[in-house]
Nanobody, 130 residues
Framework: EVQIVESGGGSVQAGGSLRLSCVVSGFTERDYGFGIVIGWFRQAPGKEREGISCISTYDKSTNYADSVKGRFTISSGNAKNTVYLQMNSLEPEDTAVYYC???????????????????WGKGTLVTVSP
């Protein structure tokens, strides 16, 4: 069973930084050989869920939404089942629940669409005050 756990959310003032972590368990080494992409999404109150970044565990290629490009950085840790999202220059508009998600069977990054991802974490709240 694939499980995804996010951590690192919290409250920060505008201009500050946070680093989110995502740990994915349940995939086998064979699964990683076929390719797994891990992504970050967020959902602000009253808004639809937005894809913001993803990374291929196969070749470390990345993809970013324009709204976070240049401010957020996705990376994988020494353990390939761990992915980080470094968020700098945070703005009140970044306030949202941040979700980690994973998809299996692709070695390249995918479109930042919910439809591309099969497994989801429960989310971690990020609050940015003015």
């Amino acid at each position: 069973e694939v499980q995804i756990v996010e951590s690192g959310g919290g409250s920060v003032q505008a201009g500050g930084s946070l680093r989110l972590s995502c740990v994915v368990s349940g995939f086998t080494e064979r699964d990683y050989g076929f390719g797994i992409v891990i992504g970050w999404f967020r959902q602000a109150p009253g808004k639809e869920r937005e894809g913001i970044s993803c990374i291929s565990t196969y070749d470390k290629s990345t993809n970013y939404a324009d709204s976070v490009k240049g401010r957020f950085t996705i990376s994988s840790g020494n353990a390939k089942n761990t992915v980080y999202l470094q968020m700098n220059s945070l703005e009140p508009e970044d306030t949202a629940v941040y979700y980690c998600a994973a998809t299996y069977g692709t070695q390249q990054v995918v479109e930042l669409s919910e439809l591309e991802f099969d497994y989801w974490g429960k989310g971690t709240l990020v609050t940015v005050s003015p």
